[in-house]
């Protein structure tokens, strides 16, 4: 696209990005059929083939690789000449070159990827960017090869649309540690041996060095044996690459990304050395480029997005991470670091599964016992994220492994093996090698981290930079903002100011606050004088990085820098917890075993306590019951645990690779030591059953264990939350003997989900949740006894999720997203009496609550406070943010394409649908906006696709340029308001109109959406051959044909009556259609006016139209590309800076940030309060004594943990309440004295109930009486549950129903008892003069 020289300087570059945008889409939508127009067909190799027949056939065709196929011709796997050549090298030549390719290909090849002729470039570059080099298109007639070489060739077309191709390969992280060079080979080196080197150390490329000078002359790469034959095995390396023409090939680390494309190209390699003169730094290859170029998988990472950024997520696509040890903890750390979407992680462990580890590590069945734990779980975290390359090892843990990533994550290394190793990576150069420790010992979490002398935080909270709105500047230098939102930042923040009229000498500069006040504050470092202030004004916060200093583990060991304290009863226990940890490990040094629960094991770690204790410069106390219970649980890896410290530590590997968020600095310790039974079980009620459960058993017994198989938990959610509560069902045996989980959840699987909700994969999108979760947990423990519902839990369900059903439940467990549901949950359990387990994330905070029957307060006690609203006349006239802007343009979305065409199709289908809406009660001025959302959506209704175009047309005529006039016009820029003060006063913004301009991508993106929007509702065909629907040069000729009418101004009485609205307090609550309500006979004109038929339009299924339901994870069907388009030309109209497209569908869309870290240690801790559960722990007894259980607050950003007991439950007291009944007399007041009464306590709390038991026979003055003489309070009213009036004792006609029978009375109110014996209607009681108050009371007819 072209830069009109007509446009200003300041918006070239929000074109060059709308252009850049467009360039990615068609990249992306590329057929892949077109890269292989001109290519020769698919040459293959048969299974039957001998290793010597395939080299001959290679190269006699001249290529480096073919797919195998079988009898059938189906592509069985991929050789190359580098495969073929490697195993020769490997065996005796003459005997090997006999065996056939079948034997040979589970060894050696790779995968086969196969794709269809109409499958887009999209596609293919997720398994280019994981190191498969070719793969196959089917385009019907035949099949053909594409290469990543191909790809590259056709991205050259594009590489203006792709910001990162002018960076650095160092800026893009293209020459970390994780693509070193190991190893040298030199000139005269025997092929074998070159082959040897880059099979042995699993490389791709070696550089080749003069035998005799030293000096870097060639390369040799898996690549370049094009036409090798076995008798060029004993070749040396400078004869064979002599032979083959191919000159040394490098680039310098400073180099363009565009720079090694060009070059790989023009040499024909996959590989590329990175050097600096003489010096080989790394390898770049044609699959690391891809996997640049390629980027954010938006659609699947749109909530992670929310939380890191792009630049953050585009440092985690090129991290490499080392996870070593993989018992639980290990995979769930991996687990988390795969589903963020780095680079590449390397699975290490050399030991063996045993059948304990099936108890905490979800990847690991029973048929794994006795193989490799990092080898058998590897398809299954291959799986989790197939952008991120997986691998294996089982070698010992040596430095060489270490530098091969950039960050590395030890588990269950003894303390004098990983001061070794930190040390090696925190002076590795150029760059050090982030080292994070962590275990868990039973009930004792521990974290280390070093990230290096110099490490820099660019986000120290996680909060986006906040902005304020100047409402006036006083002569002493004193900035007050606009009273919508409190000022977030504190004193010596940092700030600068844009928009200033008037004091403009502060635009553009930085500077630092104080004297921070709510809604005020003060320049630190400001002018002495200021210029007197006119109006405007924006304050953008600057958030500063921050430079951290990190300590060798071999210094902090004695003086540990500690992270706070994570529990509010616990602290200065980190100390202590740090010393035993030592003591531990020292134990496991000296005998090579975790100590037992024997009284001899106990000792010696508590002897080892005291000696490290005694030597620290500032000891504490040895408390000798802690040490015991963690040196005898230190053997135990539990799920609980593992989740909890999976989330921590994998939260703090994406810190170490991006820089976001501030880490643990630099122990962290956190102990459950409160779940533990009451008493100490017994040493053969520990002992190991050789089952699953036996890290369970060891701390909290075999009763333990029984009872928890044995329970019903109900599980109300089955996403983010619901997919890590079920793993830990299923890991800790819940319901794994005569229990059952059962689980509900009325959604079903999106791509969007698969970045969290672990248990699901491409395969299960469209299907549900609940079913899905439970089939995918059932394979981690089959004895686990899931139950899965599709239905909310919701009052309709109710004969669903009925008495029985409750009544049988031992524990209810949310995994909700939304306030409503969780406050009807909670009700539920208040109403039943059951525990009720409590979470929530939002990006990196989480929050957990235990609700405990007659102990804690419940859920309702304190909820979620609602999403604010954003007043009507704000978002149709007066937005001043991109949020205002989105909304509206999402509410532009409904009303054209859902609403309108729905009521349409209602109107034209049904000759009494307005007829019918009255009887119903239906509100006049609802009925006033259906009549008007049917003219709106039958004016200039299409015949053809042109139509649709001149409609999108005057739509931009109408949003941007006319409304605006009009508004100005009615208001000019120097208005005043009716109390004399100016009527642009901020917040609200003068704006002015856009010009419809063809060649401004913003613009035309508004036409192109439209038109097809409204093409789609009207069944209107677009031109799809060849994309021209999504063509501008398609759009611009007609565009160019359609005359708009000029602009004439009006008297706009309704913005009138909102901006007079808005000065009011009932701002909030107006809208742009509020006036009086609207007649009989206006509503009758209204509806006559309609056009009679539809004449134009087809009817299809008893439709005239096909409404749009906006799904905003579709990036192919225009609905965020119209709603991006409309947001940003508003926030063009007023001044507002735009968003790309992912900013947009964030805001417009209501997408919740989310990352898995959150998830896993809300899930984690709220299992540990489930144990606490199950083994009948207390709460506090008194304000000064802890209990057992924890409620938490957490943010990962802070880093911040806080473990603190839950609140009781609020108990109603006598008191007096003062109301206004007037409110235009606040003068006058009326006191209401409140009798609290429950039966035998001096209150009560909602977990409550008075009781009033009945017969079926009983008269609705028995039930008045049982009031009267059981409770002595009298009945001044009854309602039923569905809000008809029973009785009044005031009023005389409800006083003769006083003898009637009271069953009878509410059969006859259609009343419905749904097969229960109880109900709960509404009393209003006396006791005297005084109102009463009781607990809920449940009537209950006890003969029924």
């Known amino acids: 696209i072209n830069f009109p020289h007509t446009y200003p300087q300041h918006s070239q570059p929000r074109l060059h990005k709308m252009a850049e945008q467009n360039g990615k889409l068609v990249f992306n939508n590329t057929l892949v059929s077109r890269l292989v127009e001109n290519k020769g067909p698919l040459r293959t190799l048969r299974e039957v083939h001998s290793i010597g027949e395939a080299l001959q056939y290679l190269a006699q065709h001249s290529i480096t690789a073919a797919p195998v196929v079988d009898d059938a011709n189906n592509e069985i796997g991929f050789l190359s000449v580098y495969d073929l050549l490697s195993f020769l090298s490997a065996a005796q030549a003459e005997k090997g070159a006999e065996k056939t390719l079948r034997s040979l290909l589970d060894e050696t090849s790779s995968k086969v990827h196969n794709y269809k002729a109409n499958s887009v470039l999209k596609e293919i570059t997720e398994p280019m960017s994981k190191g498969y080099h070719r793969l196959i298109v089917d385009l019907g007639e035949g099949k053909k090869l594409v290469t990543q070489s191909d790809v590259l060739k056709h991205f050259l077309e594009f590489e203006n649309a792709f910001d990162d191709v002018v960076k650095s390969l160092e800026t893009l992280g293209l020459t970390n540690t994780a693509n070193r060079i190991p190893v040298r080979v030199l000139s005269t080196d025997t092929l074998a041996q070159a082959l040897k080197a880059l099979s042995d150390n699993d490389l791709n490329l070696v550089p080749v060095f003069n035998a005799e000078t030293g000096v870097l002359e060639t390369t040799i790469s898996i690549s370049d044996f094009r036409g090798a034959t076995v008798d060029d095995l004993n070749k040396s390396v400078a004869e064979f690459r002599s032979a083959s023409n191919n000159a040394l090939v490098t680039v310098g680390p400073q180099d363009s990304l565009i720079t090694a494309i060009r070059k790989a190209l023009d040499a024909g390699a996959h590989f590329i050395l990175v050097a600096n003169e003489q010096t080989p730094i790394s390898v770049v290859s044609l699959s690391d480029i891809i996997n640049v170029l390629r980027g954010i998988d938006e659609d699947l990472h749109s909530r992670q997005l929310a939380v890191y950024g792009r630049s953050a997520m585009k440092r985690l696509a090129v991290t490499n991470v080392l996870i070593s040890g993989m018992n639980g903890l290990g995979a769930e750390i991996a687990k988390n670091v795969i589903l963020a979407g780095v680079r590449g992680v390397t699975l290490h462990d050399t030991k063996l599964t045993t059948a304990a580890d099936l108890g905490s590590h979800f990847y690991l069945t029973e048929d794994d016992i006795g193989k490799n734990r990092a080898s058998a779980s590897l398809k299954n975290f291959r799986e989790l994220n197939p952008a991120v390359k997986i691998v294996a090892s089982e070698e010992e843990l040596t430095t060489d492994l270490l530098s091969r990533h950039s960050v590395v994550v030890l588990i269950e290394v003894p303390t004098k093996k990983a001061v070794e190793l930190n040390a090696f990576c925190r002076n590795y150069k150029p760059n050090p090698i982030a080292f994070i420790r962590v275990d868990t010992l039973g009930l004792l979490g521990t974290m280390f981290s070093d990230f290096g002398d110099e490490f820099v935080v660019n986000d120290v909270d996680g909060e986006a930079p906040a902005s304020y709105i100047i409402s006036q500047i006083k002569e002493d230098g004193k900035i007050l903002v606009v009273d919508e939102e409190p000022i977030a930042f504190g004193d010596d923040s940092y700030v600068t100011f844009t928009e200033i009229e008037g004091t403009s000498e502060l635009n553009g500069k930085e500077f630092q606050v104080k004297d921070t006040k709510p809604f005020a504050f003060y320049l630190k470092d400001g002018p002495e004088k200021l210029s007197p202030y006119i109006t405007g004004g924006i304050i953008h916060q600057v958030k500063k990085d921050k430079t951290l200093n990190f300590v060798s583990l071999g210094d902090s060991l004695k003086n540990p820098r500690l992270a706070e304290d994570t529990d509010f009863s616990k602290f200065g226990r980190a100390y202590l917890l740090h010393v035993v940890y030592q003591a531990i490990y020292q134990f496991v040094e000296e005998t090579g075993r975790y100590p037992g629960v024997s009284e001899e094991d106990v000792a010696r770690v508590l002897a080892i306590s005291n000696e490290i204790n005694a030597q620290a410069d500032n000891p504490t106390e040895i408390n000798e019951k802690l040490v015991r219970q963690l040196a005898q649980g230190s053997a135990a890896v539990i799920n609980p645990m593992a989740a909890t410290f999976g989330g921590i530590a994998g939260q703090e590997v994406i810190k170490a690779a991006t820089g976001k968020f501030h880490p643990f600095f630099q122990f962290l310790y956190l102990d459950a030591l409160e779940c533990l039974p009451t008493e100490e079980p017994a040493p053969e009620d520990r002992a190991a059953q050789n089952s699953r459960f036996d890290h369970q058993i060891l701390l909290f017994g075999k009763k333990f264990q029984e009872r928890i198989g044995a329970s019903k938990v109900f599980l109300v959610g089955a996403g983010a939350l619901g997919c890590e509560f079920l793993k830990n069902f299923a890991m800790t045996g819940l319901s794994s003997t005569t229990g059952n989980i059962f689980i509900t959840d009325d959604d079903v699987i999106e791509k969007s989900n698969l970045s969290r909700q672990f248990l699901f994969r491409n395969w299960h999108i469209h299907k549900p949740k609940s079913v899905c979760a439970a089939e995918q947990v059932k394979k981690m423990n089959p004895s686990i006894h899931p139950k899965t519902f599709q239905e909310r839990v919701a009052p309709n369900t109710e004969n669903l999720f009925n008495d029985q059903f409750w009544n049988e439940l031992d524990v209810v467990v949310n995994a909700l997203d939304n306030i409503k549901a969780r406050l009807y949950v909670d009700s539920r359990c208040v109403f039943f009496e059951k525990p009720l387990l409590e979470s929530g994330t939002l990006g990196p905070k989480c929050h957990t609550q235990v609700v405990l029957p007659h102990h804690t307060a419940h859920y309702g006690a304190n909820p979620d406070p609602p999403e604010k609203s954003t007043p009507a006349c704000t978002l149709h006239n007066f937005p001043h943010n991109i949020d205002h802007c989105l909304q509206w343009a999402r509410s532009e979305f409904v009303g054209n394409f859902e609403t309108s065409p729905d009521e349409i199709n209602k109107y034209y289908t049904n000759p009494n649908y307005f007829q019918e809406l009255k009887e119903a009660g239906t509100n006049p001025n609802e009925l006033g906006e259906k009549v008007k959302a049917i003219q709106e959506g039958t004016k200039d209704l299409p015949v053809n696709f042109e139509d649709c175009i001149r409609w999108a047309r005057f739509r931009f005529e109408d949003y941007f340029t006319n409304r605006i006039l009009q508004l100005t016009h009615t208001f000019p820029k120097d208005a005043m308001t009716n109390r004399g003060t100016p009527f642009w006063a901020p917040p609200k913004r003068f704006p002015v109109p856009v010009h419809f301009d063809a060649n401004d991508p913003t613009h035309l993106g508004f036409v192109i959406a439209a038109a097809n929007l409204r093409a789609n509702v009207c069944n209107v065909p677009a031109p799809t051959d060849s994309n021209r629907n999504r063509d ?279 009343f419905d008892l749904e097969g229960k014996n109880y109900f709960l209607p509404t009393f209003l009681l006396r006791k005297g003069y005084d109102t009463a108050e009781t607990a809920t009371i449940v009537v209950r007819f006890t003969d029924l």
């Open 1032 to 1310: 501008p040069d398609y759009f611009r000729p007609i565009l160019a044909t359609i005359s708009v009418p000029e602009f004439q101004p009006a008297v706009d009485e309704a913005i009138k009556r909102q901006a007079e609205q808005a000065e009011q307090a009932a701002a909030a609550a107006s809208s742009s259609s509020s006036s009086s309500s609207m007649s009989d006979n206006d509503l009758a004109n209204q509806i006559e006016s309609l056009p009679k038929s539809l004449s134009q339009l087809q009817l299809k299924e008893d439709k005239y139209m096909e409404p749009e339901e906006f799904e905003k994870d579709d990036d192919t069907n225009f609905h965020m590309d119209f709603i991006s388009a409309v947001g940003n030309l508003r926030a063009r109209n007023y001044s507002i800076p735009e968003v790309d497209l992912l900013r947009a569908k964030l805001i417009a869309g209501r997408i919740i940030p989310a990352i898995a870290t959150a998830t896993a240690l809300a899930t984690g801790l709220i299992m540990l309060e489930l144990f606490k559960i199950f083994n009948d722990k207390r709460t506090a007894p008194d304000f000064l004594t802890p209990g057992d259980f924890r409620n938490s607050s957490n943010n990962l950003a802070l880093p911040q943990i806080q473990l603190f007991d839950p609140e009781p439950p609020a108990v109603a007291k006598d008191r007096v309440e003062v109301r206004i009944p007037d409110p235009s007399h606040p003068d006058y007041q009326e006191e209401e004295t409140i009798v609290v009464y429950h039966p035998n306590a001096t209150g009560f709390t909602i977990w409550d109930k008075l009781r009033i038991d009945i017969t079926k026979d009983a008269t609705l003055a028995d039930v008045i009486e049982v009031f009267k003489k059981q409770h002595d309070l009298e009945v001044d009213s009854l309602a039923l549950p569905n809000g008809q009036l029973l009785y009044a004792s005031f009023l005389a006609t409800t006083k003769q129903r006083l003898p009637l029978n009271f069953l009878k009375l509410l059969e006859d109110r259609s």
